[in-house]
């Protein structure tokens, strides 16, 4: 709505306004195998970092692609604080990893870089000192429960949207506009969520909505 305070994650991926890759297109997914494989280290990687610190059994469960989580959960229960260097680890990793889902999305023809944002523009406001709730990272997860649900309906019509595309660009080489900002928004809907639920960067309540 006009005049609404814009929420604190932003996610755009621009347009190629230029003919794709055949190619590169028809085989993305061989393509993608060895930064994949590099997204699944940093995962278990992370993951060991946070038993051997934390000791805490189900880090598994919402431990997410590696996002330092669980760390983050205990300084904002104790001191109220988003460490500045925890932040920046979890805004560069969720960028990285949109590089790679926009990347297999067939959205762009650019291999995924670690350290450039490239065509995927991932921002995310560093929340200020004692602007985090101590608490509600306890049960943002559950409070984000209906956002699962449609996620998962939007994902399904995700995963056919890039289905049309990889015939499109197969014959014309363009990507359908139309389905390219479809799959925008469902990104883009899925990083508020996990901005919200899982790495807790803002208490406030995802958006209903595909736009911007």
Same mark, same amino acid.
């Given at each position: 709505?006009?005049?609404?305070?814009?929420?604190?994650?932003?996610?755009?991926?621009?347009?190629?306004?230029?003919?794709?890759?055949?190619?590169?297109?028809?085989?993305?997914?061989?393509?993608?195998?060895?930064?994949?494989?590099?997204?699944?280290?940093?995962?278990?990687?992370?993951?060991?970092?946070?038993?051997?610190?934390?000791?805490?059994?189900?880090?598994?469960?919402?431990?997410?692609?590696?996002?330092?989580?669980?760390?983050? *959960? @205990?300084? #904002?229960? +104790?001191?109220?604080?988003?460490?500045?260097?925890?932040?920046?680890?979890?805004?560069?990793?969720? &960028? !990285?990893?949109?590089?790679?889902?926009?990347?297999?999305?067939?959205?762009?023809?650019?291999?995924?870089?670690?350290?450039?944002?490239?065509?995927?523009?991932?921002?995310?406001?560093y929340p200020a000192d004692a602007s985090l709730s101590r608490g509600l990272?306890?049960?943002?997860?559950?409070l984000a429960a209906p956002h699962y649900f449609l996620l998962v309906l939007? *994902? @399904?019509? #995700?995963? +056919?949207?890039?289905?049309?595309?990889?015939?499109?660009?197969?014959?014309?080489?363009?990507?359908? &506009? !139309?389905?390219?900002?479809?799959?925008?928004?469902?990104?883009?809907?899925?990083?508020?969520?996990?901005?919200?639920?899982?790495?807790?960067?803002?208490?406030?309540?995802?958006?209903?909505?595909?736009?911007?």
């Amino acid at each position: 709505m006009p005049g609404d305070k814009p929420f604190p994650i932003t996610f755009t991926v621009d347009y190629p306004d230029y003919p794709l890759n055949k190619t590169s297109t028809a085989f993305r997914a061989l393509w993608a195998v060895p930064v994949v494989l590099l997204l699944i280290v940093l995962q278990r990687q992370q993951f060991a970092l946070e038993w051997d610190a934390f000791a805490i059994s189900f880090v598994s469960a919402f431990g997410g692609l590696g996002a330092v989580t669980w760390p983050v *959960l @205990l300084m #904002l229960l +104790v001191r109220q604080k988003y460490p500045r260097w925890w932040f920046e680890w979890n805004l560069e990793l969720f &960028r !990285f990893i949109n590089r790679v889902i926009v990347y297999l999305a067939l959205m762009t023809d650019r291999y995924p870089a670690t350290d450039e944002q490239q065509a995927v523009d991932l921002d995310i406001s560093y929340p200020a000192d004692a602007s985090l709730s101590r608490g509600l990272p306890l049960i943002k997860w559950l409070l984000a429960a209906p956002h699962y649900f449609l996620l998962v309906l939007l *994902l @399904l019509g #995700l995963a +056919v949207a890039v289905s049309a595309a990889w015939v499109s660009i197969l014959v014309s080489g363009r990507y359908p &506009r !139309f389905l390219f900002s479809y799959v925008e928004g469902v990104l883009r809907w899925w990083n508020r969520v996990a901005g919200y639920a899982f790495t807790f960067v803002t208490d406030e309540y995802p958006p209903f909505r595909l736009a911007p």
